[in-house]
Each structure stands twice: as C-alpha cells, then as structure tokens.
C-alpha cells in the first residue's frame, strides 16, 4: 500500500541545516510527484515546494534562497535540506504525494524544533 | 500570492448536527479548491478535490460547494470522528495555498 514516512532530527540549533528524508513505498517517483508542507505548532500548513515526477523542483520563494529539495529514485527518497534555521522554522514537516489533485497521500511528519 | 481566508476558525457543534465551513479566496481560483481534514494526532487526509468531489473513501455526509473566490465544506450529520480541524487548499495559481483551518469542536 501507499506509505510515506518521514525521518529527521528532532532538534537543531540555530543557524544550522535541517535535512529530512521521505521515505516512500507503493508508487513510484517517476509517477508521482513529493512536496513538503510544514506546520508550526499550533498554526497551519504551509507549501514549501516539490520534487516533480520528472525530476525538475520548484519552491516557495518564502524559502526559495536556503531551500533545497533532491531525490534519489533507486532508494523511493526524496530530501529536504534547509539551511540558516531559525526559531520560527520550528514545525512539524511533512511530506505529501501528488498526482493531479489533491495531495492524496500525507506521511506523519516529523518535528523540528529549533534551538538557540 | 492567492490567500485563503477560512471561517469561523473555531465551530463547536454537536452529534448530529449540519455544520459548514467556508473558504474564500483573494481572486477567483475556477473551482481549483482542495479540503483536508487533520485529526488531533496530527495525520492529515483529503476529503474533496476540485470544490464538490469526494475522495476515495470519504463518507457521503461530506460535500463541498462554491466556485469563483467562495467554497464551503458541509458535514451533513456530524459523527464522532469528524471532530478534527480543516484546511482548504487553492492550486489554481502556483504556489499552492491553504487557509488558516477550522477547527470542529464538541459542544
């Protein structure tokens, strides 16, 4: 069946790098395309960008200058790597598959906190 | 970027009941409007793709309406299991936006 888990730290400092796995099954990458969400605590989701089916990305320009996104299909994985963190990047990170509409399939996410 | 405005953020209500949640967008999306729906252990789903179609799986007791910059989300009668919060979603215009979600409560 169709899984997505994310893997990551649970806590980074400040002004280091956080770097997520989403760790996929039941599909492939080439098919469907991974975008990450966030979602501070308490707050609601935000878009941060995504690994198209055909390898190309695309970001929020929220985060477009410290934001990048890979994948490597062999391993069903697409990655997460945002640098400069701040305090206000503490969230819970998800990552979601999409088709055409809507994201049909969410993992659980994990959660960041940021740490002076 | 098109904002999506939700209200009301928070709706108490009881089993039962007829609930709906609205959504409204900064410019008119062409009924590119996506529900979801998160339980309080945080795992998020769709309910609705393109403003009125139900998922695969979802219950018959939801709907969606709306079109140009209005949608709403009805829950005909209201289980035990739709306490949760809810999100719409716009993709018509790149990047995709969500609002700020409504939570369901108990009364």
């Known amino acids: 069946q169709v899984q997505l888990k994310e893997t990551g730290p649970d806590l980074v400092q400040l002004t280091q790098t956080l770097s997520i796995t989403c760790t996929v099954s039941g599909f492939s990458l080439t098919t469907y395309s991974i975008h990450w969400v966030r979602q501070p605590p308490g707050k609601g989701l935000e878009w941060m960008g995504a690994m198209w089916n055909g390898g190309g990305t695309d970001y929020n320009s929220a985060f477009k200058s410290r934001l990048i996104i890979s994948r490597d299909t062999s391993k069903s994985q697409v990655f997460l790597k945002m640098n400069s963190l701040q305090t206000d990047d503490t969230a819970k990170y998800f990552c979601?598959?999409?088709?055409?509409?809507?994201?049909?399939?969410w993992g659980q996410g994990v959660m960041v906190t940021v740490s002076s | 970027d098109i904002q999506m405005t939700q209200s009301p953020s928070s709706l108490p209500a009881s089993l039962g009941e007829r609930v709906t949640i609205s959504c409204r967008a900064s410019?008119?999306?062409?009924?590119?409007l996506n529900w979801y729906q998160q339980k309080p252990d945080g795992t998020i789903k769709p309910l609705i793709y393109y403003t009125s179609n139900l998922q695969s799986g979802v219950p018959s007791r939801f709907s969606g309406s709306g079109s140009g910059t209005d949608y709403s989300l009805t829950i005909s009668s209201l289980e035990p299991e739709d306490f949760a919060i809810y999100y719409c979603?716009?993709?018509?215009?790149?990047?995709?936006?969500f609002g700020g979600g409504t939570k369901l409560e108990l009364k």
């Open positions: 979601a598959r999409h088709y055409y509409s809507p994201f049909d399939y």
């Open positions: 979603q716009q993709d018509a215009s790149f990047p995709p936006t």
């Open positions: 410019q008119g999306i062409s009924n590119n």
